[in-house]
């Protein structure tokens, strides 16, 4: 699917991903090493109560689900930006459901545009966990231009 076939609104409902201790402590080791993502004893004395997932693994495993099943993803020529805003903890056995919408078009020019997507995740208990905006740019189709 090219830009030009993308419409507003487009929605998408992801696959359930289910968060492990492993991933967090694995995560949290390699990329995001507060003691919050690490330390189990540590954990257990913060306002949390347990160890907490790293906001950007818990949307990264739920984009991983995005760009397995968007229709336009064949077509990205790169991302352009994300804004991700945490809203509750992830913990160890929560099970994470997003629903990806394009929210807004933007043609750059002959050859492509902006897709911007909106991802909001919830929890196992409906409860909003993270909300994304990222911004992709996807080629038009090039049945549409012609280079001169």
């Known amino acids: 699917m090219f830009f030009d076939d993308?419409?507003?609104g487009m929605s998408i409902e992801l696959e359930s991903v289910m968060i492990t201790k492993e991933q967090i402590l694995s995560f949290g080791t390699q990329y995001d090493p507060l003691?919050?993502?690490t330390d189990e004893e540590y954990a257990k004395t913060t306002r949390f109560g347990d160890?907490?997932?790293p906001g950007v693994m818990s949307f990264m495993l739920v984009w991983s689900k995005y760009?397995?099943?968007c229709p336009f993803v064949g077509?990205?020529?790169a991302g352009k930006s994300t804004s991700m805003e945490w809203h509750k903890p992830v913990y160890a056995g929560d099970v994470l459901t997003g629903t990806c919408e394009v929210t807004k078009l933007t043609k750059r020019g002959r050859k492509?545009?902006?897709v911007e997507v909106t991802v909001s995740v919830h929890n196992q208990d409906g409860v909003l966990v993270l909300t994304d905006v990222t911004e992709v740019i996807v080629h038009c189709n090039p049945e549409g231009y012609a280079d001169r």
């Open 112 to 114: 492509n545009g902006i």
């Open 35 to 37: 003691l919050l993502h």
């Open 67 to 69: 760009l397995k099943v």
């Open 75 to 77: 077509n990205f020529l």
């Open 6 to 8: 993308i419409k507003l």
């Open 51 to 53: 160890l907490i997932a």
